[in-house]
């Protein structure tokens, strides 16, 4: 697993939701980082990432261990 940080703009798997915050059945959803808090981390890069996902409204919050980037802005 690699240890940087996501970036905004980023697209990411959704593989796991360990606090279960956000939609049940958001495994597998592919989403975009569109806004990183880095004052709730607990180490970097374990920070909150604001994901949107496809069909949901709001933004889904994350923890780093619970995604997977599938490409980056520069891909």
Known sequence: ???????????????????RS??????????IVRSVDKER??????????VELPGEDKLTDFEYRELELVSSESD
């Not at 956000?22 to 989403?31: E, K, L, N, Q, V």
């Open 1 to 19: 697993m690699s240890t940087r940080a996501f970036e905004v703009g980023e697209r990411v798997r959704v593989v796991g939701n360990l606090f």
């Open 22 to 31: 956000g939609p049940a059945d958001s495994s597998g959803a592919i989403g």
């Open 41 to 50: 981390r607990r180490t970097e890069p374990y920070y909150i990432y604001y």
